[in-house]
């Protein structure tokens, strides 16, 4: 037993892989779409070493073990949204001592990248009694639209792309302190972010899933430092100690977050997350990965099944397409059609050689043809409609 090592530490060091060539993150490959639930699992951190930077690195996470599982719901726009081009919106919520401001942030997938728009605050009060002992004193955050304008993930993400942004935002409220003689005084909270985020390493990786450890999947790890500074503002001057002391928050505090994000192509969710104490990204905080349906047990994969696919004519220009085995299968299989955006557009039963109609009358464009059997086998084919 002594010689031999724990088995997760030994199989999540980032070992050389066969030579791949990295991915490239666009926006046809990375579908951030509106009413889809990201499901992550929380893990244990215990005997679970470090991903690092590198080239063509083998990480293999299948010990990792769930103690919890987390959710992010992300919904569709209104049809007359706070933010032009937003393609998708989240709920948004930020501490303020012992409140908790809520709203809603909105995203656009664009072909530079998924951006951040902003966020909006619907009007909320906040009883402040139980901090100065008068129930007429209160805090009333009234409704905002909050710029923010920052990318998320850049187009196209490859190794050698560092993405940096710097914001300023500002949330205001309106204090009454009846004993101060505060009155609807403005109490603005600014935030000042500054981001880096960099490609430091590529390679397959590999997680748990439902159905066992999940295939050895091509990835990019984008290293994350972020640093958050706080300033709180009464009436346009830099609020008092003792106010902000009675709030529960502090001015100038600042919040620094290091983390790793392993990225896939064909989902814009993280397939597994590492956060760290310090910038040495040595010591762990916490572990997730993700729960996605997609993320099956290793079978093999449909191509290699039947010994290559081929979808043809491509470009399709009138008439319909067939998808053939390269071995003459004629195995039935579920078609689904989906946009450069992963929306689908038409999905219908099928048959390996066969001809299809699933793509008749799409206008003129790019799309992805997705190809799976009952066991789970799976494939994607790139067909271009003239």
């Not at 989240?90 to 809520?102: A, E, H, I, K, M």
């Not at 792309?161 to 914001?167: D, H, L, Q």
């Not at 430092?225 to 001057?237: H, M, P, T």
Request: glycine letters at 10%; proline letters at 7%.
């Amino acid at each position: 037993m002594k010689a031999t090592l724990p088995l997760l530490t030994l199989l999540a060091t980032g070992l050389t892989a066969a030579a791949q060539t990295p991915i490239t993150l666009t926006q046809s490959n990375f579908p951030a779409l509106p009413t889809t639930v990201e499901v992550y699992k929380t893990a244990s951190t215990n005997s679970v070493t470090p991903p690092g930077p590198g080239a063509n690195l083998n990480w293999d996470y299948r010990g990792l073990v769930a103690t919890g599982q987390t959710t992010q719901a992300y919904n569709a726009p209104s049809a007359t949204p706070d933010f032009a081009g937003t393609t998708r919106t989240y709920d948004y919520s930020q501490s303020l001592g012992p409140f908790t401001v809520r709203g809603t942030s909105s995203q656009a997938l664009t072909a530079s990248g998924l951006n951040y728009l902003g966020y909006t605050i619907p009007t909320q009060r906040f009883g402040l009694a139980s901090v100065t002992g008068f129930t007429t004193d209160s805090l009333v955050v009234p409704k905002q639209l909050v710029p923010v304008g920052v990318p998320l993930v850049k187009f196209p993400t490859t190794v050698g792309t560092i993405t940096k942004y710097f914001s300023r935002t500002g949330t205001t409220g309106l204090l009454t302190v009846a004993l101060v003689g505060l009155n609807k005084t403005p109490l603005r909270l600014v935030q000042r972010i500054t981001n880096t985020d960099s490609v430091a390493a590529y390679g397959t990786l590999r997680v748990p899933t439902a159905t066992g450890p999940s295939a050895a999947t091509p990835v990019l790890l984008v290293r994350t430092r972020n640093i958050e500074v706080d300033s709180f503002y009464l009436a346009g001057q830099p609020a008092p100690d003792i106010l902000l002391a009675a709030l529960g928050v502090q001015q100038g505090a600042v919040s620094r977050s290091y983390y790793d994000s392993f990225y896939r192509a064909g989902s814009s969710q993280v397939m597994a997350g590492f956060s760290y104490t310090s910038a040495t990204y040595q010591t762990l905080q916490k572990v997730v990965y993700s729960g996605e349906a997609t993320l099956l047990g290793v079978r093999a994969s449909l191509a290699a099944a039947v010994g290559g696919l081929s979808a043809y004519p491509n470009p399709l220009a009138q008439g319909p397409l067939v998808v053939a085995a390269g071995n003459g299968s004629h195995a039935a299989v579920t078609l689904l059609v989906r946009d450069v955006l992963g929306r689908q557009l038409a999905a219908g039963a099928g048959t390996l050689g066969q001809p299809t109609t699933l793509l008749a009358g799409l206008p003129q464009g790019n799309y992805l043809l997705e190809i799976s059997t009952a066991d789970g086998q799976r494939a994607v084919q790139r067909i271009a409609v003239q």
